[in-house]
């Protein structure tokens, strides 16, 4: 089977919430099963993004920035992310990975935004939103001058049930007292069914 880029928490690398959620899964916290994507580089790599992208943004950034402009070539960048494709071969071991696993929530590392998914199929579709969605107005505002992100950690996670879209993860302040202590830094934890899913720190991620 081909690589799927799906990374079991325990073998990711990373820094910001993935670092926090290894960490918190080494020191028997109740994680659930979570993986992070790394498929980003080569998707953006193999349908050539940046530059189509870097086109896109020609004449927005200027003197001042033409917000007309910006908003225009933010959906036309979203749609090259949605239009664009992973190897099949990668999809395909994506896919066989999750198989028989879920519901899911995704999510970017370090936001509180998730997508829900059913089975692995969309699972798969609700990353490449994600992807796109880095691509919102807001958002290369934030990141500017950068306009390419040169890394976008997603992370899938399996749950018994599919919380709401909106308040379905909660804070639980004895578990994040727990974890804080445990942690050496103040974090808040944000729990589904008594599984940790989320992980806020105080310093931002």
């Known amino acids: 089977m081909a690589n799927p880029g799906l990374i079991p928490l325990a073998q990711a690398e990373g820094q910001g919430e993935v670092l926090l959620l290894r960490q918190a899964q080494e020191l028997g916290f109740p994680v659930g099963g979570t993986w992070v994507v790394g498929l980003w580089e080569e998707f953006a790599r193999l349908n050539n993004l940046a530059e189509r992208i870097a086109w896109l943004f020609q004449g927005v950034f200027g003197v001042r920035i033409d917000e007309e402009k910006l908003v225009l070539a933010a959906e036309e960048a979203k749609r090259a992310v949605r239009e664009s494709y992973l190897l099949p071969e990668r999809a395909e071991a994506f896919l066989e990975t999750l198989e028989g696993k879920g519901p899911f929530l ?72 727990d974890l804080s202590q445990a942690l050496g830094q103040r974090v808040v934890a944000y729990t589904w069914e008594g599984t940790l899913l989320r992980i806020e720190s105080v310093h931002g991620g």
């Open 106 to 177: 995704v999510r970017r590392a370090g936001e509180g935004t998730h997508h829900l998914a059913r089975n692995p199929q969309e699972a798969l579709f609700a990353v490449k939103r994600l992807w796109a969605e880095a691509f919102r107005a807001e958002a290369i505002l934030e990141r500017y001058p950068a306009l390419f992100p040169s890394a976008l950690p997603v992370l899938v996670q399996e749950v018994t049930t599919l919380p709401p879209l909106e308040g379905g993860l909660l804070e639980d302040p004895f578990l994040s007292l």
